[in-house]
């Protein structure tokens, strides 16, 4: 069944009565303002589901597909995300409540993101290893070798060959570069952490009796 693809134009168009009506709104003076704010976030989330859904669904070293291999992944991807996701906005940034829009989102977003291109890599070297005849042992520590070498080699380019987009967007918008560069070291050590740790939790997960 093929289902037609809503062009950004078009999606656009399908907020021409959301408008209507929240000049309408503003008009009779009513909280105009909560329903932009509830429309935005609306977008914000969907888009963000949506995203984070594309990364699952393509996630390569799933060839046994079932319950339990998808399973291994969410526990790896929701035990170390959420966890770390935790420790930075609740105790690190201190937000006033647990959950903040403008800083939960983008980061869960770098934070999922990152640690499902991790177990993508992983996964598919384990089972590649796995394939050739490797003991748990060898394969675990090639895979987990393999995997981590995005995350270091961009440890290792942060600031010389490169310099962040948020921090750069930061730096463009006033903000203290000394300060700015607090908030990427805090971003490039929870995207490191998170991606080894899931890959970790992953292969964990995949332990089988020697």
Same mark, same amino acid.
């Given at each position: 069944?093929?289902?037609?693809?809503?062009?950004?134009?078009?999606?656009?168009?399908?907020?021409?009565?959301?408008i209507i009506l929240i000049i309408i709104m503003k008009l009779w003076n009513l909280n105009s303002l909560q329903a932009i704010?509830?429309?935005?976030?609306?977008?914000?989330?969907?888009?963000?589901?949506?995203?984070?859904?594309?990364?699952?669904?393509?996630?390569?070293?799933?060839?046994?597909?079932?319950?339990?291999?998808?399973?291994?992944?969410?526990?790896?991807? @929701?035990?170390?995300?959420?966890?770390?996701?935790?420790?930075?906005?609740?105790?690190?940034?201190?937000?006033? #409540?647990?959950? $903040?829009?403008?800083?939960?989102?983008?980061?869960?977003?770098? %934070?999922? +993101?990152?640690?499902?291109?991790?177990?993508?890599l992983v996964g598919e070297r384990f089972n590649a290893e796995q394939k050739r005849g490797e003991s748990y042992i060898q394969? #675990?520590?090639? +895979?987990?070798?393999? +995997?981590?070498?995005?995350?270091?080699?961009?440890?290792?380019?942060? @600031?010389?060959?490169?310099?962040?987009?948020?921090?750069?967007?930061?730096?463009?918008?006033?903000?203290?570069?000394?300060?700015? +560069?607090?908030?990427?070291?805090? %971003?490039?050590?929870?995207?490191?952490?998170?991606?080894?740790?899931?890959?970790?939790?992953?292969?964990?997960?995949?332990?089988?009796? $020697?």
């Amino acid at each position: 069944m093929s289902v037609n693809i809503i062009s950004i134009t078009s999606l656009l168009i399908g907020f021409l009565p959301v408008i209507i009506l929240i000049i309408i709104m503003k008009l009779w003076n009513l909280n105009s303002l909560q329903a932009i704010y509830a429309n935005a976030r609306m977008l914000i989330q969907l888009l963000l589901v949506g995203y984070v859904l594309t990364f699952i669904i393509a996630i390569r070293p799933l060839e046994s597909k079932g319950v339990k291999p998808f399973l291994i992944v969410l526990i790896a991807l @929701g035990i170390t995300g959420v966890g770390v996701l935790a420790l930075v906005t609740q105790i690190i940034l201190d937000l006033p #409540r647990w959950f $903040e829009p403008q800083y939960v989102i983008p980061l869960a977003g770098m %934070v999922f +993101a990152n640690s499902m291109n991790t177990i993508s890599l992983v996964g598919e070297r384990f089972n590649a290893e796995q394939k050739r005849g490797e003991s748990y042992i060898q394969s #675990r520590n090639i +895979a987990m070798g393999a +995997a981590m070498i995005p995350q270091v080699n961009a440890l290792l380019a942060v @600031g010389l060959v490169a310099l962040p987009g948020m921090m750069t967007g930061q730096i463009l918008s006033g903000i203290d570069p000394l300060t700015a +560069a607090r908030y990427q070291i805090m %971003v490039m050590c929870m995207i490191f952490s998170t991606a080894g740790l899931s890959a970790v939790l992953y292969l964990f997960l995949h332990k089988t009796p $020697e």
